[in-house]
């Protein structure tokens, strides 16, 4: 059971222009959302977070959005950089328990110079 | 500052076999957590440790896997008997705390194949 959805494996976005990656989670006991970026043979590395009582955070040229009421969140990257090319990975918590992370499946996104 | 450290990164057994992949957390942080990647999956939650203690090993097979995090040295995941279906990179996270919303920092990971 998938309780969080990365629905598209892969996007590809041309240099300078917005990359929009999605996420759908169907717990509603989640509360605290984050997003990971993954290049090839490293482990995941923290990118930015979301908590519910929020619906946008923004850091950079990363900007998560949340929609409680869907069920959704997205990230949008401003502007995508090829250094951006990485396997992001969406992943949500109960912020009344402790650490255990479920995490989708990632998207791998491709910037294209 | 050294991060999250896994070791071997890389490890090739036989079916039946043991592996052993051990873990170091960052400086200052007591809570351990393993995951797995399964090839084209996302990451699964296997079990979370704290110094000494087993927290939640509720995403570990119940037969043949163990892990602890004894009070010196790293933690260690054990595979008993490997099988090929146990073929997958294995990663590790630490934090400060076991709080949720504290950052969970991972290491390189293991890749392991069993032939």
């Known amino acids: 059971d998938q309780q969080v959805k990365q629905n598209s494996p892969s996007l590809s976005v041309q240099e300078g222009r917005i990359s929009i990656l999605n996420c759908d989670y169907t717990?509603?006991?989640?509360?605290?959302f984050l997003w990971y970026k993954k290049y090839p043979a490293e482990g995941p590395t923290f990118l930015i977070s979301?908590?519910?009582?929020?619906d946008k955070n923004e850091d950079g040229r990363f900007t998560v959005f949340l929609n409680k009421s869907a069920k959704h969140l997205s990230l949008h990257i401003v502007p995508s950089q090829p250094g951006d090319s990485a396997v992001y990975f969406c992943?949500?918590?109960?912020?009344?328990?402790?650490?255990?992370?479920?995490f989708g499946i990632g998207t791998k996104l491709q910037v294209i110079p | 500052n050294a991060g999250v450290m896994q070791n071997p990164r890389h490890l090739v057994r036989r079916r039946g076999q043991e592996a052993r992949l051990r873990c170091s957390p960052m400086?200052?942080?007591?809570?351990v957590y393993w995951y797995r990647q399964l090839p084209e999956e996302g990451l699964k939650f296997m079990v979370y440790?704290?110094?000494?203690?087993?927290?939640?090993e509720s995403g570990m097979p119940k037969e043949r896997f163990s892990a602890e995090f004894p009070k010196e040295g790293p933690s260690i995941l054990r595979i008993q008997q490997v099988v090929r279906g146990d073929s997958a990179a294995y990663f590790c996270?630490?934090?400060?705390?076991?709080?949720?919303?504290?950052?969970?920092?991972f290491g390189p990971g293991t890749r392991l194949t069993v032939l």
């Open positions: 996270a630490s934090s400060r705390s076991g709080r949720a919303q504290d950052t969970q920092y």
């Open positions: 717990n509603s006991m989640f509360d605290y």
């Open positions: 979301i908590s519910s009582i929020k």
């Open positions: 992943a949500a918590q109960n912020s009344g328990g402790y650490q255990k992370v479920t």
């Open positions: 400086k200052g942080h007591s809570h």
């Open positions: 440790l704290q110094k000494e203690n087993i927290i939640d």
